[in-house]
């Protein structure tokens, strides 16, 4: 805006060159003239007596010649003063206001017009809260020049891999907006249609003997099943041939033209020529495992096999994921401990712990939205992970 007096487009940018305070904190706030100073947050818990300040006569000031206090006035104008624009309203915007409490008895007194800080257990509430959405973050503006792909892996049967498949597709698509495809890719029918929502009519083995006739995302959503999460789910319907390597490349090129992020779900048979194919796409890989040796060991058989694969399949294994699930059975302190070592060995990229939900437990149809609020950050943050992971490896 333009002061209607000199025409000055800042007046406030000359003006404030004339005055100092030290050591306040000013924020600019949108649609707000002027500074104000940040309110500072109390504590009930440390609030010692003051004793009243001691007030002493300043001493005089001599005035200074008019030539002087020009010069001082044109010296006193930071360069800061002077920056780009958008850059100015874009460090605006991220400015926040202190956190006060909302809960409790801190909460209460906040509702009173005090400024009370949260307390310990609330402070963790927000501090996983701002997690959250930073990993929300990371998955939204996560960009490549193609599509991707994710596969979930482990040779143990039962170790969580459908599940995992499915909420880490259903993570993906719900903050991206969609453009997430969820692949059976097991050589026999899995479980992913059974624990996806919805009841479709055609799915994989139609997309198998259709795949070269399918030419627009209109035909290829009528083999999927619509996931609330806006996901989207191709498993078996009924009955359907042995998957070779030949099918899931097919499966997977005429996704990739249409669905931005593949995630495939697989089956217990490394050596199988489907998961072959499905490792031959994959560009990311997470390994699910339950607090139990067996499955451990079979992440770890897993990821050798990948290695002693060399190019490609080794580098999927160096940069796994882990998702680590409690399914509420009993977990032997000395088995976890143990379970804490294989893992470390296995030196993997990230390893993420994903808390016991009883939703997931039911081993019925997985809706993200039926998650406990812990298991939805749990998996968020072990998404963006996965999606660090394809940032790292897919230009």
């Given at each position: ?119 310990a257990r609330e402070q963790q509430l927000i501090g996983a809260a701002d997690a959250f959405h930073h990993d929300q973050t990371i998955i939204r503006q996560a960009t490549w020049t193609r599509a991707v792909s994710i596969l979930v892996a482990n040779k143990k049967g039962g170790a969580g891999k459908t599940p995992t498949a499915l909420l880490i597709g259903g993570v993906l698509a719900a903050v991206r907006g969609g453009s997430v495809c969820i692949l059976e890719v097991s050589d026999d029918p899995g479980a992913l249609t059974f624990r996806a929502e919805g009841n479709p009519v055609i799915g994989l083995g139609e997309l198998v003997h259709d795949v ?184």
């Amino acid at each position: 805006m333009t002061d209607e007096t000199n025409g000055d487009v800042f007046p406030g940018a000359r003006r404030a060159a004339r005055y100092v305070e030290p050591e306040v904190t000013d924020i600019v706030s949108m649609g707000e003239p002027g500074p104000r100073r940040t309110p500072q947050l109390i504590d009930v818990d440390d609030m010692p007596a003051q004793p009243a300040p001691v007030v002493e006569a300043a001493a005089p000031v001599e005035a200074a010649p008019a030539a002087a206090l020009a010069e001082a006035e044109r010296t006193a104008i930071p360069e800061s003063i002077f920056i780009d624009p958008v850059a100015d309203l874009s460090t605006v915007s991220t400015l926040q206001a202190p956190v006060t409490a909302s809960r409790g008895f801190r909460g209460w007194l906040n509702s009173l017009g005090f400024k009370v800080a949260p307390g310990a257990r609330e402070q963790q509430l927000i501090g996983a809260a701002d997690a959250f959405h930073h990993d929300q973050t990371i998955i939204r503006q996560a960009t490549w020049t193609r599509a991707v792909s994710i596969l979930v892996a482990n040779k143990k049967g039962g170790a969580g891999k459908t599940p995992t498949a499915l909420l880490i597709g259903g993570v993906l698509a719900a903050v991206r907006g969609g453009s997430v495809c969820i692949l059976e890719v097991s050589d026999d029918p899995g479980a992913l249609t059974f624990r996806a929502e919805g009841n479709p009519v055609i799915g994989l083995g139609e997309l198998v003997h259709d795949v070269d006739r399918i030419s627009s995302a209109g035909q290829l959503a009528g083999y999927t099943a619509p996931q609330t999460s806006f996901a989207s789910v191709i498993g078996t319907v009924g009955r359907r041939p042995r998957l070779t390597r030949e099918n899931v490349v097919d499966a997977a090129r005429v996704i990739d033209e249409y669905f931005t992020i593949r995630v495939m779900d697989s089956g217990n048979q490394p050596s199988s020529t489907a998961f072959d194919g499905a490792a031959e796409t994959a560009d990311a890989l997470v390994i699910p495992v339950l607090n139990a040796g067996d499955a451990v060991l079979e992440a770890v058989a897993t990821i050798d096999e990948l290695r002693a694969r060399g190019g490609r399949y080794a580098a999927l294994a160096d940069n796994a994921v882990v998702i680590r699930l409690t399914d509420g059975r009993p977990e032997h302190p000395e088995v976890v401990a143990r379970v804490d070592q294989i893992i470390e060995s296995m030196h993997v990229r990230a390893v993420y712990t994903v808390p016991y939900d009883p939703h997931i437990a039911e081993r019925g149809q997985l809706s993200l939205s039926r998650l406990s609020t812990p298991t939805q950050y749990a998996f968020t943050a072990a998404a963006a992970g996965v999606v660090q992971s394809l940032k790292a490896t897919v230009r």
